[in-house]
């Protein structure tokens, strides 16, 4: 089955990233365009310190296609790069704060960086690669009492600086996959891309140029630039939140009369555990978008009491899309006639087609369980350096292939199974995780669980249940399978369960199962 939403996106026209930052400037150019921490900018004085920025990289050598690389937790400099890299032809390749040493180096020398802008807090980490990085000619610290990038802005002219000609396919963002199989590869978003994916959030979560939007997700994230990137090209004021304590975000979101955010569901775990949660005056809110995993249905049945105002939107997107390409709007999260779409990932933003398709790329029909293709000008260019896996990817008639397996239901709402390298075969019955794995969560004992096959010399793989129990709740693994075995197949139940304090996750909150599967694995051939 293929859904397409044809809805009018304005997403045929590519306009340079940097037109909306002037189009602002022009209409109100003494608005509030963004904040950082306790420093507000007007969108004249945002302008400004973009140009600045491409004027010092033009003034530092770099040229069309080159790379900087950016290492820190949030900070506005970070979208400053971004946004001047667009008018400069380079990129902006972001780093994950949370990497070790040897990933960083990675990444730096994969994107053969120029220039590291680097936050305080991290400048001894690049201080001590700086042997193991050989393109990188110059290190600018960002923040702190030793600070280089406003000298460094402030040091140059935009005088003289003209924007490079602009090319719609020029990548000026490189954000890397999170890489929970082998090393991350550099998606490189363009112009035409994040052009399309702004345009498409603009209606898809009702950005105005009154919208409020906070911006709470790693920049590193696509749900950080990408969110930031949609919000400002409409002309919506950016709240840059540099770190996530759920007390005092709760508190910008009231002070700052914030109208729109995303946040992971963990974040919301987090908000929902503070006393005073449900006594702040939330009326601005409009918009709460949530993803990047799963929501567990207890904790978005509380968000649903908590905040009863609020439009909640589930999203469905992925790095190599610039950002969301389905999204569960509000009035399905409160649709009482259908509650099982509190699963679904929704339906296509505007300019988006899905497809379900077999192993050989055939059309799957209605509520066939297959992988996820996505055709729309979202998608990345490709990854930096790296044809062979862009070729794995981009596919066709400009498909793009998600690695995600799933089904459209006859209403056109895509259903997430799992990724299709997690799907278990055991006794030749494919069994796809999430299914399990939603059942096991409705356990008032279980707090998080992942589920991954097993080797079994029988049936090929079994179902393996690897279960967080919440606090002072307590069971055992029968009583866990005897619960499944009552809301499940049988093939489908697991057959043993781990207990363990904590699952382990990467930057982004995804689960890492390939950990969890590595010690019944070791040599041994797990299905591909």
Not at 150 to 165: C, H, L, M, Q
Not at 465 to 478: G, I, R
Request: aromatic share 8%.
């Amino acid at each position: 089955m293929t859904i397409a939403n044809d809805a009018n996106a304005d997403a045929d026209t590519v306009v340079p990233i940097g037109n909306h930052i002037d189009r602002w400037v022009q209409s109100k150019p003494d608005e509030h365009a963004v904040s950082y921490g306790t420093t507000d900018y007007t969108w004249a004085q945002f302008r400004t310190r973009i140009r600045a920025n491409a004027a010092a990289q033009v003034a530092d050598g770099i040229r069309t296609g080159d790379r900087i690389a950016f290492l820190d937790k949030n900070n506005l400099a970070c979208l400053e790069t971004t946004l001047a890299a667009s008018l400069t032809g380079a990129a902006n390749a972001v780093i994950n704060f949370r990497l070790s040493p040897d990933e960083v180096a990675y990444i730096v020398n994969d994107a053969r960086a120029r220039i590291v802008i680097v936050g305080s807090e991290f400048a001894d980490l690049i201080a001590g690669l700086r042997d193991e990085l050989p393109t990188v000619e110059r290190v600018i610290v960002t923040g702190g009492v030793d600070d280089d990038y406003e000298k460094w802005i402030a040091g140059a002219s935009d005088a003289d600086f003209e924007p490079v000609r602009f090319d719609p396919d020029a990548s000026f963002l490189q954000l890397y996959t999170s890489g929970t199989t082998g090393h991350p590869k550099g998606a490189m978003l363009t112009h035409r891309s994040l052009g399309a994916h702004n345009a498409a959030a603009a209606v898809g979560f009702g950005f105005t140029p009154s919208s409020v939007n906070m911006v709470a997700m790693p920049l590193f994230h696509v749900g950080g630039s990408s969110w930031s990137l949609a919000g400002i090209s409409v002309g919506a004021q950016t709240i840059v939140v540099r770190d996530v304590d759920p007390s005092a975000v709760l508190d910008e979101i009231v002070e700052r009369k914030v109208t729109h955010a995303f946040f992971v569901p963990a974040v919301f775990g987090f908000f929902l555990e503070e006393p005073r949660v449900a006594d702040r005056d939330y009326s601005a809110v409009r918009c709460l978008g949530y993803g990047g995993s799963p929501m567990p249905l207890p904790t978005m049945r509380a968000c649903l009491e908590t905040w009863p105002d609020a439009d909640f939107y589930q999203v469905y997107g992925m790095t190599e899309m610039s950002g969301v390409f389905s999204v569960l709007g509000p009035e399905d999260h409160r649709d009482l006639a259908h509650p099982e779409r509190l699963v679904s990932a929704g339906r296509p933003l505007p300019g988006v087609t899905v497809t379900v398709v077999d192993r050989d790329g055939n059309a799957l029909a209605p509520g066939s369980i297959g992988e996820f293709w996505v055709q729309s000008k979202q998608h990345m260019l490709g990854y930096w350096g790296n044809p062979e896996a862009t070729s794995k990817t981009l596919v066709g008639d400009d498909w793009l292939r998600t690695g995600d397996a799933g089904l459209l239901d006859d209403d056109g709402y895509l259903y997430i199974s799992d990724r299709v390298k997690d799907m278990i075969i055991s006794g030749g019955e494919n069994i796809y995780p999430a299914e399990v794995e939603r059942v096991i969560i409705e356990n008032p004992a279980v707090a998080d669980v992942a589920v991954i096959g097993v080797p079994d010399e029988k049936w090929g793989e079994t179902v393996k249940a690897v279960v967080v129990l919440a606090d002072d709740a307590s069971t055992t693994d029968v009583e866990l399978i005897a619960y499944c075995r009552e809301r499940l197949a049988g093939y489908k139940t697991p057959k043993s369960v781990e207990f363990l304090s904590a699952l382990p996750r990467n930057s982004t909150g995804k689960i890492l199962k390939r950990e969890l599967r590595k010690p019944y694995w070791e040599g041994r051939t797990l299905h591909s």
